[in-house]
């Protein structure tokens, strides 16, 4: 019931920042959860953040702490990504994903994904 689309990818320089938007479709999407992921070559699947509503709890990875931050924008149907202090080891292409339960951490129970875009951080 839900599409998403990523945005706002790109080339930057270590310590630098990115601004990733995640637009969804389908008008229930207040109901869900939603999560960010990143994928580096060779690397699994690796979570980062995710939001349960707006303004609401959020959870982060130890990696990202005191550098990236989640929140969303229920009324215009958007998820955001902001990433501060970028590092090479971000590299990597992140997804957006909704889940209907709150489980940030577990990529295995989000039921909708994004295409992904890519971040590559550069030294």
């Known amino acids: 019931q839900v599409q998403l689309v990523e945005s706002g990818g790109g080339l930057v320089q270590a310590g630098g920042s990115l601004r990733l938007s995640c637009a969804a479709s389908g008008r229930t999407f207040n109901s869900y959860y939603m999560g960010w992921f990143r994928q580096a070559p060779g690397k699994e699947r690796e979570f980062v953040a995710a939001i349960s509503w707006s303004g609401g709890p959020s959870s982060l990875a130890d990696s990202v702490k005191g550098r990236f931050t989640i929140s969303r924008d229920n009324a215009k149907n958007m998820v955001y990504l902001q990433m501060n202090s970028l590092k090479p080891e971000d590299t990597a292409v992140y997804y957006c994903?909704?889940?209907?339960?709150?489980?940030?951490?577990?990529?295995?129970?989000?039921?909708?994904w994004g295409q992904g875009t890519q971040v590559t951080v550069s030294s």
């Open positions: 994903a909704a889940s209907r339960d709150w489980v940030p951490r577990n990529d295995r129970l989000y039921a909708y």
